[in-house]
């Protein structure tokens, strides 16, 4: 009935594909939970629950398809499957089928899938490199070949 080989299969360990909404996710903010207050999370974040109140993320954010925010949204990276009731400020904004977003937006890179709901002013910036600390680094090279 039973032989080693299918119960070593029982215990190993599947392995998840690394995409956008898996991405070296370090925190998450589970289905059911409900917190208020402002946050700031340090690495990429994923809320399936309801939060009120900020979040600024360091790294990203995935905001999952139950999930809620109401509140702003600051950080490099947003992705949304799920529902925000405030502002969001970032480099890159994906909004999933199904999502909706409330609010303004200021971004660099807009991604709208059909079928999410966007209701607010968008502002788009442009990418501007980061300063490095010599002055020089930072200017345009006029060498030409």
Same mark, same amino acid.
């Given at each position: ?5 299918d119960?070593s299969?029982e215990?190993e360990?599947?392995? &998840?594909? /690394? ?10 903010? +589970?289905?059911?939970?409900? $917190?208020e %207050? #402002?946050?700031?999370?340090p690495?990429?974040t994923?809320?399936?629950g &309801?939060? /009120? ?9 995935i905001i +999952?398809?139950k999930?809620? $925010?109401v %509140? #702003?949204?600051?950080s490099?990276?947003v ?10 400020e ?5 909004l999933?089928? +199904?999502?909706?977003l409330s609010?303004?937006?200021?971004v ?26 010599n002055?020089?680094e930072?200017?345009p090279s006029?060498?030409?070949s």
């Amino acid at each position: 009935m039973f032989n080693a080989k299918d119960k070593s299969r029982e215990f190993e360990t599947p392995v &998840i594909p /690394k995409s956008s909404s898996s991405k070296d996710v370090k925190t998450l903010i +589970g289905e059911g939970c409900k $917190v208020e %207050g #402002n946050f700031f999370v340090p690495n990429y974040t994923r809320i399936d629950g &309801i939060i /009120k109140g900020d979040v600024t993320g360091e790294s990203g954010i995935i905001i +999952g398809n139950k999930g809620q $925010v109401v %509140g #702003n949204l600051y950080s490099p990276e947003v992705t949304l499957f799920g529902n925000v009731n405030g502002n969001i400020e970032t480099q890159r904004l994906e909004l999933k089928k +199904g999502s909706s977003l409330s609010g303004d937006i200021s971004v660099v890179q807009l991604i709208t899938e059909p079928g999410s709901l966007f209701n607010g002013k968008c502002q788009m910036k442009e990418n501007i490199p980061q300063e490095t600390e010599n002055p020089e680094e930072n200017r345009p090279s006029t060498e030409y070949s």
